[in-house]
């Protein structure tokens, strides 16, 4: 039996491209063409989840009831956030050193400043070392630093190889958690970090296309129509390659220019892929949601912070809450229902309820928040994190809030930042 949580919220998203600046000293860019951003609308509606939510101490509105020491580790986090903040340089190039910049000999990679030219092959992106003034762009040495990004816990969101918000969040996070300065900035010293952390493993491997990936399920396409969502089996992966993209925590477009030559459409054949773990650490005891850095940051019972994720965190019309809550509960695979009595969607006036899948409006999990009607969810479009608004929920790419489903325990407390 479902219990089913009420969520009343809607909001146009406007999808933000991204373009690619090349740098003409060093590396090779990808000629990446730029299209319109569609509008969809993805309004939250009552939500059906498959297991009982836990009741947690909370005043009336849903904000949790907190302990002194609670509020102490919160305090000391929102301190370690405020200094970060406050060091980061927003306006960097990210792959420029700085005059100050001390170089480390953590690792035998090499630690000259002379450009080296990198490809977009197997070889050339496993071997793409890091260079001074790197430049605004999309290069194999992004490429290789989101993948060990990723694998530290600082998630680039989608893999694309390419400079902007979301790779400066994601370096100066692993900084914060290593032990260096955390400007965001890609510095030699941080680059031998994060080869350490790597210990020797390739960044990209070389893939099979098995016949399990052929089979999917998959649908034709996923209509606008809730009613029509409504008749579907699952609201499951249209193509190949959008299942692959989220399995190796790939942007699908960037996935396909690293494999031009590929039909992803036959078992054997070979493509280049991430190699990118999927699982975080144990033992997280608090979640804060930074609504000015749109990100997700998470601390251990030792207050350290041990893993952050780029976040679309409300927005200026439907603004997410204010204040300390807890995690009641975790639903993989939602049911999503729809109630006219909330909104009219459409020429539908009768509730429906639309099936699970990764391409449902809050993706393939739910992570229940005690504030009601707001929670922690995927989404169906990963590339867009961060970049567009919400409905005041937390969204992350499916693979970051599903890694989170696995280890968020019901009673964590998950704080909102401004």
């Known amino acids: 039996m479902f219990v089913r949580s009420i969520l009343a919220l809607s909001l146009s998203c406007i999808f933000a491209g991204t373009s690619f600046a090349a740098n003409t000293h ?52 929102a301190n370690t956030l405020q200094n970060l903040e406050n060091t980061e340089d927003s306006t960097a190039d990210i792959g420029s050193a700085p005059a100050s910049s001390v170089a480390t000999t953590t690792t035998a990679e090499p630690t000259t400043t002379a450009p080296v030219k990198a490809s977009w092959t197997l070889d050339g992106l496993n071997n793409a070392t890091w260079y001074d003034n790197i430049g605004k762009g999309q290069f194999p040495v992004y490429a290789r630093a989101h993948v060990m990004l990723n694998n530290a816990h600082a998630s680039p969101g989608a893999i694309d190889g ?21 400007t965001g900035v890609l510095t030699q010293e941080t680059w031998n970090a994060l080869v350490a952390k790597q210990a020797g493993k390739p960044a ?8 399990a990936d052929l089979k999917g399920p998959y649908a034709k396409s ?39 030559k590929a039909s992803f459409n036959k078992v054997g054949e070979k493509i280049i892929v991430t190699s990118i773990r999927n699982e975080l650490p144990e033992n997280i005891t608090l979640i804060v949601a930074h609504k ?37 509960g975790v639903a993989p695979n939602p049911w999503y229902s729809y109630s006219p009595s ?32 707001f929670g922690i969810h995927g989404t169906p479009n990963p590339s867009t994190i961060s970049k567009t608004a919400s409905h005041g929920c937390i969204r992350l790419t499916n693979w970051d ?8 325990k019901s009673g964590t407390t998950v704080k909102f930042l401004e």
């Not at 990209?204 to 016949?211: A, N, R, W």
């Not at 969607?345 to 229940?368: A, E, F, R, T, Y």
């Open 26 to 77: 060093a590396e090779q860019p990808l000629n990446v063409s730029k299209a319109n951003p569609p509008v969809i609308q993805d309004p939250i509606d009552p939500l059906a989840i498959d297991a009982p939510s836990a009741s947690v101490p909370s005043t009336s509105t849903g904000e949790a009831i907190i302990s002194p020491e609670e509020q102490k580790d919160l305090n000391q986090a």
């Open 204 to 211: 990209f491997v070389e893939y099979t296309i098995t016949e």
């Open 292 to 328: 000015g850095a749109k990100q997700l940051y998470l601390f251990n019972a030792q207050n350290q912070m041990v893993g952050s994720f780029p976040a679309t965190i409300g927005s200026s019309d439907t603004p997410s809450p204010t204040g300390t809550y807890k995690v009641t």
């Open 222 to 260: 996923i209509p606008g129509d809730y009613a029509l969502q409504a008749k579907m089996p699952g609201l499951y992966f249209t193509r190949v390659t959008e299942m692959l993209g989220e399995k190796f925590h790939m942007d699908e477009d960037f996935l396909k220019k690293l494999n031009p």
């Open 162 to 182: 390419t400079s902007g918000k979301n790779t400066l969040k994601a370096i100066s996070s692993f900084q914060q958690m290593n032990g260096l300065k955390p």
């Open 401 to 408: 809030a599903n890694d989170l489903g696995k280890k968020v």
């Open 342 to 373: 909330n909104f009219v969607q459409g020429k539908n006036l009768k509730p429906l309820s639309l099936p699970p899948g990764p391409n449902g409006p809050v993706g393939n999990i739910w992570i229940g928040l005690s504030k009601k009607s």
